[in-house]
């Protein structure tokens, strides 16, 4: 697949290394050599030019590649960078905005006839997360994949839990309905097999059906705690998007230090209580007593701040704690602490755009949003070499797992007595960079 990729900030720079690994042409241009550079090494071309230059977009051939993805901070220049390159020929594009009301179904028509296929939002997508932890406080990660009926959830497992050190191939005298698809452990993801253990302060992403996430919890040795109010550290997009969606069934306060933002928060959205200061203040911190609410989430700029403020909360016995981490490197160190949840909006975004890649189904999919993981959705075809033999003689990858599989529109997990079918939508859990591999066993 040939992809151009129009912007090497963050998104877009995160994007270009997860997709250099599974042996695609990719391409990503900017104005700015400097943020070239970096990606030098990196298995892409790279090129200096406008994504709104018809020369330069020529240039690279646009006109010829499979996906177009303008992710610059420009809401305006992604759009017409996406229309140009439609015009030159682009097979299917993905423009990244800022405006919640380009998703409108009026005005899909509209994007439409300008030659946009996708639009990403990536703090909509962020609120989206957070809204999603906060309905589920006992889990790290939530994955809702084929309209629900496979659910992948990320799990810290603490010494309470029921299969920590245990074998793999021991844990169904546990539960039959549960399938440990990847271990977080340390700085390492690990694609488990039989002998592998459960250890304690493992992060475990468990494949599960939609009756049995209480079994799980239970397995796992969490509590659901009800969330009723929460208070929120930094009131950007990310919380403007939160409030749209949670302001009428939560009691939501806000913690600003800009006055202008508190001002136009405080306008918008007036059932919201909103405190302009610094949370790191002792004497704010102190006076709005985090120790009384359900949940804090903190947005703040600087993530080490955010974790360290979701620490202090812990600290005060608040259930459940969010950070925004947007520093990939501290993602590892967050999910070694005590901090609850963690939110990334690049990681978010390259998700979405690397389902839109393998043509997923955008309303009833999502790819897990993980620093160093993948996910893929198939559907089986007849004479694939997976329908071959029951799973535990397909002699598989260790780089890859099949977690679950669909069937006649029901869900169900897969053990190694399992005999995947034609016609079956399977997911398969990857370490990142292998998932080219899965081009063996399937067509």
Known sequence: MRIVIAGAGEVGTHLAKMLSNEEQDIIVMDVDNKKLEPLENYNLLTHQGSAISFSDLNAIKTGACDLFIAVTKSEARNILSCSMAKRLGARKTVARIDNDEFFNAGYREHFTSLGIDHLIYPEMLAAKEIASALKRTWARNWFELFDGELIVVGVKIRSNARIVNHMLKDVANISLFLHVSAIKRNREIIIPRGDDRVLENDIVYIATTRDHIDE????????????????????????????????????????ENDMARCDYLAQRYPNCKIVQGDFRDTELSEEESVSYYDAFIALGENSAVNMMECMIAKTNSVAKTIAQVEDIQFIYEAEALNIGTIVNKKLLASSRIYQIMIDADEDNARCLALADAEVAEIIVEEGDRVTRADVKDLKLSRDFTIAGLVRDGKGQLVTGNSRIQAGDHVVVFCLQGAIHKLDKYFS
Do not use: S
């Open 216 to 255: 799980v919890r239970e397995v796992c040795g969490k509590v659901q705690t009800p969330v009723d109010n929460v208070l929120i550290v930094g009131g950007n997009d990310i919380a403007e998007q939160l409030v749209k969606r949670l302001g009428k069934t939560l009691d939501i306060k806000i913690i």
